[in-house]
Nanobody, 124 residues
Framework: QVQLVESGGGSVQSGGSLRLSCVVSGHTYSINCMGWFRQAPGKEREGVAVIDNDGTINYADSVKGRFTISQDNAKNMLSLQMNSLKPEDTAMYYC??????????????????RGQGTQVTVSS
């Protein structure tokens, strides 16, 4: 089992920044891909960004150039720096971890290991 706990959500105005963090613990040897997905009210879950064990990263087009995913292996922490936030970024954000042949953001919402979520609200 892998446990994930997010923090860092909040409310900001359009153009602002937030940094999400996720502490990962448990059987981390069983995963090779970690990332973030989000879900807005009434919408489908959307993969945002992933990073694999080699540090390879990919992003959804909607956040590319504005969001940065990173990991600190020493602290078992995954982070998501979100800049130039837009109202359409408003959602519950979840970190997730799993094993994939190819670590890619469209599938991160399917990982069985996920946190409880943290709310991000961006006002115009």
């Amino acid at each position: 089992q892998v446990q994930l706990v997010e923090s860092g959500g909040g409310s900001v105005q359009s153009g602002g920044s937030l940094r999400l963090s996720c502490v990962v613990s448990g059987h981390t040897y069983s995963i090779n891909c970690m990332g973030w997905f989000r879900q807005a009210p009434g919408k489908e879950r959307e993969g945002v960004a992933v990073i694999d064990n080699d540090g390879t990263i990919n992003y959804a087009d909607s956040v590319k150039g504005r969001f940065t995913i990173s990991q600190d292996n020493a602290k078992n922490m995954l982070s998501l720096q979100m800049n130039s936030l837009k109202p359409e970024d408003t959602a519950m954000y979840y970190c997730a971890a799993g094993f994939l042949g190819r670590c890619s953001y469209p599938w991160v919402h399917l990982f069985p290991n996920r946190g409880q979520g943290t709310q991000v609200t961006v006002s115009s």
